[in-house]
Nanobody
Framework: QVQLGESGGGLVQAGGSLRLSCAAS????????MGWFRQAPGKEREFVATISWNGGSTYYADSVKGRFTISRDNAKNTVYLQMNSLKPEDTAVYYC?????????????????????WGQGTQVTVSS
């Protein structure tokens, strides 16, 4: 069982940058694809980005493509989300999770139900 913990959130002005980290416990981290989701108040949890077990493949939501970059360091059991050119609409709690099904490699859009071992989340607030 992998346990996850996010960090790196905070308050930033529009146009700024943040890097989120998701640290994982357990020796099997490098076997899993990993993903980031976000949830704004009153809205459903929304897919952001996902990365394959070795970092060789990535997939992004259209809303963040070209601004966010997902990466991982298996030696450190950590997955990252570099967020640039932030917008007020990026304000949300950001969660990392294990991608159990990797459906996006078959052309399906990732869903929260495909993921497990959710972290507790980290708040990102972008001011205008």
């Amino acid at each position: 069982q992998v346990q996850l913990g996010e960090s790196g959130g905070g308050l930033v002005q529009a146009g700024g940058s943040l890097r989120l980290s998701c640290a994982a416990s357990g020796r099997t981290f490098s076997s899993y694809a990993m993903g980031w989701f976000r949830q704004a108040p009153g809205k459903e949890r929304e897919f952001v980005a996902t990365i394959s077990w070795n970092g060789g493949s990535t997939y992004y939501a259209d809303s963040v493509k070209g601004r966010f970059t997902i990466s991982r360091d298996n030696a450190k059991n950590t997955v990252y989300l570099q967020m640039n050119s932030l917008k007020p609409e990026d304000t949300a709690v950001y969660y990392c999770a294990v991608d159990r099904l990797v459906r996006w490699l078959s052309g399906y859009k990732p869903r929260p139900a495909d993921f497990g071992s959710w972290g507790q989340g980290t708040q990102v607030t972008v001011s205008s």
